[in-house]
């Protein structure tokens, strides 16, 4: 707590409260108040946590420190081998730790994997087409999808605003894949034999992280990936695939701004099998913003959603203590 006291300025701590989170200034008038900081402009009267900070960029459309903090959550509890094979299910496992580690306030109103019904004219025995995603999953464009990230408006962060996030991954792996196009091959080349160099591994995959850390956004969008199939490897530019996720992700917010999806199932919209949102009618309806974040090599970027879906209806409100009574 800061104490102006006698003409000093002094530091101490206040029992049950982290001095690094919250700063209070107690003086014995406005007149001091002003004295103080007029004096001492460097101290602010409330330092905001970082996850505030983070949070608070991210719902006004700079989700950079928000990424900068998932990934170092990733390059420091990762393995060398796990990155080079990093998978999209584990990057989503990175998104819910970073969201479950907030207090209650914050942790109920993110939801992974919010099932949509996004096309009622598909039939269950059709599939939509699929978006490239080398991970298996529902591509938007079926009969059902699901949204990866769904962070409902947080009221003290930024009231009115949800946000709708779609997670891919490039790994080092999928990039040295689409060069060999053979699964042997490229391991082979990559990961060395009896004859290489011990740190052969190590060195190749360097150079590929090191080329995509240096690369452009318009580089990045030229370069290719594999992916396995059933008939074998193909190979996709990453460009293609961030305007195949910006097609799954207009289906997905096309869905949540048309409310709850009627048990007729001639509507699209959230499925009424989701009970951890509850969706009402509004004359302030909260904005849906669209956001694809890709992990490429040892790197995110993110691509907002262009154009944004417009809500004209609905709010959306996450189920107390959703979390404690689920079940699935």
């Given at each position: 707590?800061?104490?102006?006291?006698?003409?000093?300025?002094?530091?101490?701590?206040?029992?049950?409260?982290?001095?690094?989170?919250?700063?209070?200034l107690?003086?014995?008038s406005?007149?001091?108040?002003?004295?103080?900081?007029?004096?001492?402009?460097?101290?602010?009267?409330?330092?905001?946590?970082?996850?505030?900070?983070?949070?608070?960029?991210?719902?006004?459309?700079?989700?950079?420190?928000?990424?900068?903090?998932?990934?170092r959550r990733?390059?420091?509890?990762?393995t060398?081998?796990?990155?080079y094979?990093?998978t999209?299910?584990?990057?989503?496992?990175?998104?819910?730790?970073?969201?479950?580690?907030?207090?209650?306030?914050?942790?109920?109103?993110?939801?992974?994997?919010l099932?949509?019904?996004?096309?009622?004219?598909?039939?269950?025995?059709?599939?939509?087409r699929?978006?490239?995603?080398?991970?298996?999953?529902?591509?938007?464009l079926?009969?059902?999808?699901?949204?990866?990230?769904?962070?409902?408006?947080?009221?003290?962060?930024?009231?009115?605003?949800?946000?709708?996030?779609?997670?891919?991954v490039?790994?080092v792996?999928?990039?040295?894949?689409?060069?060999?196009?053979?699964?042997n091959?490229?391991?082979t080349?990559?990961?060395?034999?009896?004859?290489?160099?011990?740190?052969?591994?190590?060195?190749?995959?360097?150079?590929?992280?090191?080329?995509?850390?240096?690369?452009?956004?318009?580089?990045?969008?030229?370069?290719?990936?594999?992916?396995k199939?059933?008939?074998?490897v193909?190979?996709?530019?990453?460009?293609?695939?961030?305007?195949?996720?910006?097609?799954?992700?207009?289906?997905?917010?096309?869905?949540?701004?048309n409310?709850?999806?009627?048990?007729?199932?001639?509507?699209?919209?959230?499925?009424?099998?989701e009970?951890?949102?509850?969706?009402?009618?509004?004359?302030s309806?909260?904005?849906?913003?669209?956001?694809?974040?890709?992990?490429?090599?040892?790197?995110?970027?993110?691509?907002?959603?262009?154009?944004?879906?417009q809500n004209?209806q609905?709010?959306y409100?996450?189920?107390?203590?959703?979390?404690k009574?689920?079940?699935g």
């Open positions: 707590m800061l104490l102006f006291h006698t003409g000093e300025l002094k530091m101490t701590n206040w029992p049950g409260i982290d001095p690094d989170t919250v700063w209070e107690k003086v014995a406005n007149f001091a108040e002003y004295a103080l900081f007029s004096s001492f402009t460097a101290i602010r009267f409330y330092k905001e946590p970082s996850r505030d900070m983070e949070l608070r960029a991210l719902y006004e459309r700079n989700p950079r420190p928000m990424l900068d903090e998932i990934l990733i390059l420091s509890n990762k060398f081998q796990d990155l094979r990093f999209e299910l584990a990057f989503q496992t990175v998104f819910d730790g970073y969201f479950c580690d907030l207090d209650g306030r914050n942790e109920d109103c993110y939801l992974a994997q099932g949509l019904l996004t096309n009622p004219s598909v039939t269950d025995q059709q599939t939509g699929r978006s490239g995603a080398i991970t298996q999953g529902p591509s938007g079926g009969r059902f999808g699901y949204a990866d990230v769904f962070i409902a408006a947080l009221q003290r962060i930024h009231p009115g605003r949800t946000l709708v996030i779609e997670l891919k490039v790994s792996w999928n990039l040295f894949l689409a060069i060999y196009e053979d699964e091959l490229c391991r080349k990559v990961e060395g034999g009896p004859r290489d160099p011990p740190n052969t591994f190590r060195k190749n995959v360097m150079e590929m992280v090191e080329k995509v850390d240096n690369a452009t956004i318009q580089q990045l969008r030229a370069t290719s990936y594999g992916y199939t059933a008939r074998g193909n190979t996709q530019t990453i460009g293609a695939m961030l305007d195949d996720a910006a097609i799954q992700l207009n289906s997905y917010t096309s869905a949540v701004v409310g709850k999806a009627d048990n007729g199932t001639n509507k699209k919209g959230i499925t009424s099998a009970r951890r949102i509850v969706v009402r009618n509004s004359d309806p909260d904005e849906v913003l669209g956001l694809i974040v890709c992990f490429i090599g040892h790197r995110i970027i993110a691509v907002p959603l262009e154009p944004q879906v004209k609905y709010t409100d996450v189920v107390p203590r959703w979390r009574n689920w079940k």
